[in-house]
């Protein structure tokens, strides 16, 4: 791919070339983030949380989801707040 020609490529197109044998790899930039495995889960809520769920969301303008996954997580770490942080040394 040239470098001074930036005509979107469809992915159909990348995949027609690399079927027929041409180096495509111009077109990936080796960067990307790992994704983990996501396992669902099914959780049965009061609905009172629900509610509390739903406001602090609205709040924060997140999905529900992500405000579960948050407090889960800060749940899970207690010790990530509870411990000392190192102190800097003075340079």
Do not use: C, H, W
Request: glycine fraction near 2%; charge should be positive.
């Amino acid at each position: 791919m040239p470098k001074t020609s930036r005509i979107a490529t469809s992915a159909d197109e990348i995949a027609e070339k690399a079927s027929r044998g041409e180096d495509v790899s111009a077109y990936f930039t080796n960067k990307f983030t790992v994704v983990r495995p996501v396992r669902r889960v099914n959780v049965d809520l009061t609905q009172g949380m629900l509610r509390k769920l739903d406001e602090r969301a609205a709040r924060l303008n997140v999905s529900r989801q992500a405000v579960i996954k948050t407090l889960l997580d800060r749940a899970l770490e207690p010790e990530r707040s509870s411990k000392p942080r190192p102190k800097r040394k003075a340079r």
